[in-house]
């Protein structure tokens, strides 16, 4: 398991004493664009600390669970291994996001999603959670992940109350601001 900005902490779940754990220490600026002059010039450090990971590892495969500039790179680093990038996202928050930033910024986003469409075909596999991601990124290698519960068919009956729960990161893709706003 490599990091690259787990920042000293431990990890938030435990792991099994098997699984070897390696945090290359990058620890990008937080709150700036991975091509701000802060984290850029940390960018050559990353792939250099990553490529001699992934060689003295030797690993049968390498899965990559990041939204980060790595997911530009480790294509071209992996070397012979197979790789795989998994969506732990939803496209839905990032349009939301989308839809609220400048004439520029959607300029470079539009820029950032061609360059991702054109290196994710040397990915192994574009793993996604459901069929609704599947549909929208379109991707010839891509696969899903079913979904691993059983479908519930006995319906339950609860009295309404002016009450929800939710579950989520608070993060901006998870949209808990309309959701306090409905």
Known sequence: LITSEQKGKAPFFKLNEKVQRLDLAVDYAEGVSYLHPKNLKKLPK?????????????????????????RYILPFISGKFPIY???????????????????IHRLKKQFSYLLIDLVETRYTKIVFLNDAEFNHYKRNN????????????????????NQLISLGRLCYQKGYDLLIDV
């Open 142 to 161: 891509a696969v899903i992940i079913p979904n691993f519960f059983d479908e519930i068919k006995a319906t339950v009956s609860v009295p309404k109350k």
């Open 46 to 70: 990353h792939i250099s600390k990553l490529k001699t990971a992934i060689s003295d590892f030797n690993p049968d495969a390498i899965f990559l669970i990041s939204l980060g500039f790595i």
């Open 85 to 103: 990038n998994e969506y732990h996202t939803s496209y839905y928050g990032f349009e939301l996001k989308y839809n609220q930033l400048s004439f």
